[in-house]
């Protein structure tokens, strides 16, 4: 009847929200009745069809504020009369709307002598849809509007929970964003979820001034990015260089991935655009595109089922998705049948092909490569390793999904049947002795301990020069390319000969297989045991590709930086694979770019690690410079997570929120958004693990079941809540973490 402003307010006053007295006017009177007996108002306009998704009148229409009682009046007739104004007639001429359809109204409401106020937008107007933006600034509202006065900008992402700012100074402080923030969820809950609201504060105390939609977005077909399981492969800011070639591995993977399922290159092209977009990017950061991997996942039958079985193997926290069917012929939906249970059974087999592929592809590149050969003849050779290993690499994704569906019936039998619970049944899994993963860590733990000369280390180096820290991002550094790192992990070994010795001892032990055994049981877990073998051998031949491209990379490297094309080796992980590429075909001078992204990156070294990002259409990078976020650390005591390694230890936290800070973790308990496979070297001088990501096939997981050390993943906000030096007990079979002791820096002791 009035519009959606009058109506929004007369909605959050009815819901109980604090909103200033108000009165509605509908003509132009002789005698107007104020909402209250204060002595400044508001007076605003209220057109029928202001601020609707077709026609906002964004600023057209009069506003007044501060007005004094007796001036009520004629402000009242401005509004009206603004509805007659030259602008007004342009702008409804040019939207074809009849002048007949337009009715003002006007809200006279009690003013706020505000110290702070504002505008909270429920999702980013720039189009992030999980992303609450609150500009605030220092007294009353028109300042903050029309920019005249100086503003601090906050993000909460929804998702994550976590604030930053953009400004001079904090004016809200963490407990007042916060609270702007959730009174803005319970808003959405009674309006809608697009909306942008006025604010005023006096006093701390918050009163809503008006709300209205926020027509500039869509959100019918948003872009989902989630860092699940992902992260653990790239954690925190990957380079330019590693995020294309992570595009392109992912892509051609699940390309194949379909046609096996498929079988139909035809249903395949009606996809494509989805099958090229696994991967997205953001800030620097790599993710899913978890819309698009639902799809994918719903090629297979009995997707339903499959898919919760899958989010829990892959760590994936937001449960909910579009669980509308695929739409196939019903000829090509039988065959999926076919086609999916035959490669589902066939995984282990065809993971032997893999392997031995690889193995040809590996030894071949390696007899080949020279360091004089020209940037033309390693890209040919790049493409010969991607033809040879990207057409069957697929077969990887399918082992993932056999080994998540018989782990998953595995330990619905054991609980089921026997009575088990999780940390027994993850102990059991654990019994896979000699997985891939432990053969580095083995091997280098053998080079401390018996002989480290240079040859066994060139011998060490041929076979696992690949894994380390963060080993899939290209720019990282390995025993490959930088063999002073082994020397550095082999004297960290040496410092404590009693834990190497120990080490040693446990990995000559045989697990003991004590669970129940019958024939279903027995079934279920040898073929959980083989995926997750399988799984783990493509994981380290996985990084040794990586090590392959990373050979090519760093040699053609050399060949730019010596013609000038850029300032240092290293600024070629500035570049995108495209452009490395296009350099070889058409020098030129690419140190401004590479200045331009550095710049680009020291902005998204500001920005919290999102989980999960949802745009209203492509995603993008955040812009400007973000001053500062809020530590979570406050006085949390109780955490818990998922148990994934069974037996307790208490000892000094060692918090790692970047590889640069993992420097003497002997003995300590260490605390980590996610780990990499490379890992596997810290985590055997550790006394345990607590990371925020991960679940019961994740590499924190496997490993650290298989070196004997408890582990807690699914932590919220561990990093931030628990402070390297804090004294913390961890139980790896009930999942609970405590903090015994809080560090007090400045002191240097405990509290």
């Given at each position: 009847?009035?519009?959606?402003?009058?109506?929004?307010?007369?909605?959050?006053s009815?819901?109980?929200f604090?909103?200033?007295?108000?009165?509605?006017?509908?003509?132009?009177?002789?005698?107007?009745?104020?909402?209250?007996?204060?002595?400044?108002?508001?007076?605003?306009?209220?057109?029928?069809?202001?601020?609707?998704?077709?026609?906002s009148?964004?600023g057209?229409?009069?506003?007044?504020?501060?007005?004094?009682?007796?001036?009520?009046?004629?402000?009242?007739?401005?509004?009206?009369?603004?509805?007659?104004?030259?602008?007004?007639?342009?702008?409804?001429?040019?939207?074809n709307?009849?002048?007949?359809?337009i009715?003002?109204?006007?809200?006279?409401?009690?003013?706020?002598d505000?110290?702070?106020?504002?505008?909270?937008?429920?999702?980013?107007?720039?189009?992030i849809?999980?992303?609450t933006v609150?500009?605030?600034?220092?007294?009353?509202?028109?300042?903050?509007?029309?920019?005249?006065?100086?503003?601090?900008?906050?993000?909460?992402?929804?998702?994550?929970?976590?604030?930053c700012?953009?400004?001079?100074?904090?004016?809200?402080?963490?407990?007042?964003?916060?609270?702007?923030?959730?009174?803005?969820?319970?808003?959405?809950?009674?309006l809608?979820?697009?909306?942008d609201?006025?604010?005023?504060?006096?006093?701390?105390?918050?009163?809503?001034?008006?709300?209205r939609?926020?027509?500039?977005?869509?959100?019918d077909?948003?872009t989902?990015?989630?860092n699940?399981?992902?992260?653990?492969?790239?954690?925190?800011?990957?380079?330019?260089?590693?995020?294309?070639f992570v595009?392109?591995?992912?892509?051609?993977?699940?390309?194949?991935?379909?046609?096996r399922?498929?079988?139909?290159?035809k249903?395949?092209?009606?996809?494509?655009?989805?099958?090229?977009?696994?991967?997205?990017?953001?800030?620097g950061?790599?993710?899913?595109?978890?819309?698009n991997?639902?799809?994918?996942?719903?090629?297979?039958?009995?997707s339903?089922?499959?898919?919760?079985?899958?989010?829990?193997?892959?760590g994936?926290?937001?449960?909910?998705y579009?669980?509308?069917?695929?739409?196939?012929?019903?000829?090509v939906?039988?065959?999926?049948?076919?086609?999916?249970?035959?490669e589902?059974?066939?995984?282990?087999?065809?993971?032997?092909?893999?392997?031995?592929?690889f193995t040809?592809?590996?030894?071949?590149?390696?007899?080949?490569?020279?360091?004089?050969?020209?940037?033309d003849?390693?890209?040919?050779?790049?493409?010969?390793?991607?033809?040879?290993l990207?057409?069957?690499?697929?077969?990887?994704?399918?082992?993932?999904?056999?080994?998540?569906?018989?782990?998953?019936?595995?330990?619905?039998r054991?609980?089921?049947?026997?009575?088990?619970?999780?940390g027994?049944?993850?102990?059991?899994?654990?019994?896979?002795?000699?997985i891939?993963?432990?053969?580095?860590?083995k091997?280098?733990?053998?080079?401390?301990?018996?002989?480290?000369s240079?040859?066994?280390?060139q011998?060490?180096?041929?076979?696992?020069?690949?894994?380390?820290?963060?080993?899939?991002?290209?720019?990282?550094?390995?025993?490959?390319?930088n063999p002073?790192?082994l020397?550095?992990?082999?004297?960290?070994?040496?410092?404590d000969?009693?834990?190497?010795?120990?080490?040693?001892?446990?990995?000559?032990?045989?697990?003991?297989?004590?669970?129940?055994?019958?024939?279903?049981?027995?079934?279920?877990?040898?073929?959980?045991?083989?995926?997750?073998?399988?799984?783990?051998?493509?994981?380290?031949?996985r990084?040794?590709?990586?090590?392959?491209?990373?050979?090519?990379?760093?040699?053609m490297?050399?060949?730019?930086k010596?013609a000038?094309y850029?300032?240092?080796?290293?600024?070629?992980?500035?570049?995108t694979l495209d452009?490395?590429?296009?350099?070889?075909?058409?020098?030129?001078?690419?140190?401004?770019?590479?200045?331009?992204?550095?710049?680009?990156?020291?902005?998204?070294?500001?920005?919290?690690?999102?989980?999960?990002?949802?745009?209203?259409g492509?995603?993008?990078?955040?812009?400007?410079v973000?001053?500062?976020g809020?530590?979570?650390?406050?006085?949390?005591?109780?955490?818990?997570?998922?148990?994934?390694?069974?037996?307790q230890?208490?000892?000094?936290?060692l918090?790692?929120?970047?590889?640069?800070?993992?420097?003497?973790?002997?003995?300590?308990?260490?605390?980590?958004?996610?780990?990499?496979?490379?890992?596997?070297?810290l985590?055997?001088?550790?006394?345990?693990?607590?990371?925020?990501?991960?679940?019961?096939?994740?590499?924190t997981?496997?490993i650290?079941?298989?070196?004997?050390?408890?582990?807690?993943?699914?932590?919220?906000?561990?990093?931030?809540?628990i402070?390297?030096?804090?004294?913390?007990?961890?139980?790896?079979?009930?999942?609970?973490?405590e903090?015994?002791?809080?560090?007090?820096?400045?002191?240097?002791?405990e509290?």
């Open positions: 009847m009035y519009g959606k402003k009058i109506d929004n307010l007369k909605k959050l009815d819901a109980g604090n909103v200033p007295p108000f009165t509605i006017l509908g003509s132009i009177t002789d005698e107007i009745k104020l909402p209250s007996d204060a002595k400044l108002f508001s007076v605003r306009s209220a057109c029928n069809i202001e601020d609707s998704a077709d026609t009148f964004a057209q229409f009069e506003t007044y504020l501060n007005v004094p009682s007796a001036e009520v009046p004629d402000r009242v007739k401005d509004v009206f009369d603004s509805a007659g104004s030259e602008s007004i007639l342009a702008y409804v001429a040019k939207m709307i009849p002048k007949e359809d009715s003002m109204n006007v809200i006279i409401q009690e003013m706020v505000a110290d702070i106020s504002g505008v909270i937008f429920t999702a980013n107007p720039q189009g849809l999980n992303e609150i500009v605030a600034g220092q007294g009353a509202g028109q300042g903050v509007v029309s920019t005249d006065s100086d503003t601090v900008t906050y993000y909460w992402n929804q998702t994550d929970k976590v604030f700012y953009e400004g001079k100074e904090d004016i809200l402080h963490e407990e007042l964003a916060l609270e702007l923030a959730e009174l803005s969820e319970k808003i959405k809950a009674v809608g979820n697009l909306i609201i006025e604010f005023a504060v006096k006093n701390g105390k918050i009163f809503i001034l008006q709300a939609d926020i027509t500039t977005l869509n959100a077909n948003p989902i990015l989630d699940s399981n992902i992260v653990e492969s790239y954690p925190n800011l990957s380079l330019p260089l590693t995020i294309s595009d392109m591995v992912y892509s051609g993977v699940f390309r194949g991935l379909s046609y399922v498929l079988k139909n290159r249903e395949l092209a009606k996809r494509e655009d989805i099958i090229s977009n696994m991967t997205g990017h953001a800030n950061r790599v993710y899913y595109k978890i819309s991997w639902y799809t994918v996942i719903k090629f297979l039958p009995f339903k089922k499959i898919i919760p079985i899958w989010q829990e193997m892959m994936v926290k937001t449960k909910s579009n669980d509308d069917g695929l739409k196939l012929n019903p000829f939906r039988m065959g999926t049948y076919i086609n999916s249970f035959a589902l059974l066939s995984a282990p087999r065809n993971m032997r092909k893999l392997e031995k592929r040809e592809v590996n030894d071949e590149f390696y007899k080949s490569y020279r360091e004089d050969l020209t940037p003849e390693l890209i040919a050779m790049f493409d010969d390793v991607k033809v040879k990207l057409a069957c690499w697929d077969v990887t994704l399918l082992n993932d999904m056999y080994a998540f569906i018989y782990t998953g019936l595995l330990k619905s054991l609980k089921k049947k026997y009575g088990l619970d999780d027994r049944i993850n102990s059991l899994i654990s019994g896979i002795s000699d891939e993963s432990m053969k580095p860590v091997a280098l733990i053998k080079l401390a301990a018996e002989d480290d240079a040859e066994k280390k011998e060490y180096i041929k076979v696992f020069g690949d894994r380390n820290l963060e080993e899939l991002k290209l720019e990282s550094r390995t025993f490959r390319s002073e790192l020397d550095m992990r082999i004297e960290e070994l040496k410092k000969p009693a834990r190497l010795k120990a080490t040693e001892e446990r990995f000559a032990k045989v697990h003991k297989d004590d669970m129940p055994h019958d024939l279903i049981t027995n079934r279920y877990l040898k073929r959980c045991c083989k995926g997750i073998s399988n799984r783990e051998i493509s994981r380290l031949n990084s040794r590709i990586y090590g392959i491209v990373r050979l090519m990379i760093d040699t490297a050399k060949h730019y010596q000038g850029i300032a240092s080796e290293e600024d070629i992980y500035m570049l452009e490395v590429f296009a350099l070889a075909k058409e020098g030129r001078d690419m140190t401004d770019l590479v200045d331009d992204r550095k710049a680009q990156y020291e902005v998204f070294a500001k920005l919290p690690a999102y989980s999960r990002l949802i745009f209203a492509q995603e993008f990078d955040k812009t400007g973000l001053v500062e809020y530590d979570r650390g406050g006085s949390f005591n109780g955490l818990s997570g998922v148990p994934c390694s069974a037996g230890a208490e000892g000094e936290a918090v790692i929120k970047d590889v640069k800070d993992a420097k003497d973790v002997k003995g300590k308990i260490l605390i980590a958004r996610m780990t990499d496979p490379g890992w596997v070297f985590l055997a001088s550790a006394a345990g693990i607590i990371s925020e990501k991960g679940s019961l096939l994740s590499h997981a496997i650290s079941r298989e070196l004997g050390i408890p582990a807690v993943v699914g932590v919220t906000d561990a990093t931030d809540i402070k390297t030096g804090d004294t913390v007990k961890i139980d790896g079979t009930s999942g609970k973490i903090i015994v002791r809080r560090h007090d820096k400045k002191l240097n002791r509290m």
